[in-house]
């Protein structure tokens, strides 16, 4: 059974930084366009960031400059690294694949079919 895993959530302090990594089960990494989304108490899940097959990414606004996506093809593993972390960063933290192709990048959650359980990120002020 293919899984994704994450790890590397806990607790921060606002302006501090954790890297979340994102471990497969299998060989899916390099064929899928991965994400992270994030659900914070109360809130619907949001997009973080993308990265398709080659390497193109896409960070959301409210995170650009502070947070980058990448991807470990010969690892089978996602990466997130945070910096210049906010309060409004604390969250659940999952990691998805788009196995079915399409579009380069897939910014649509519904697009994505496969989930890891989640890690908590919580960040104190």
């Known amino acids: 059974q293919v899984q994704l895993e994450e790890s590397g959530g806990g607790l921060v302090q606002a302006g501090g930084s954790l890297r979340l990594s994102c471990a497969a089960s299998a060989d899916i990494i390099s064929g899928a366009v991965m994400a992270w989304f994030r659900q914070a108490p109360g809130k619907t899940r949001e997009l973080v960031a993308a990265i398709s097959k080659s390497g193109t990414r896409f960070h959301a606004t409210s995170v650009a400059g502070r947070f980058t996506i990448a991807r470990d093809n010969a690892k089978n593993t996602l990466y997130l690294e945070m910096n210049r972390i906010i309060v409004e960063g604390t969250a659940i933290y999952y990691c998805?694949?788009?196995?079915?192709?399409?579009?380069?990048?897939?910014?649509?959650?519904?697009?994505?079919?496969?989930w890891g359980q989640g890690t908590q990120v919580t960040v104190s002020s």
């Open positions: 998805a694949a788009g196995r079915a192709g399409g579009p380069p990048l897939i910014l649509s959650i519904e697009k994505y079919d496969l």
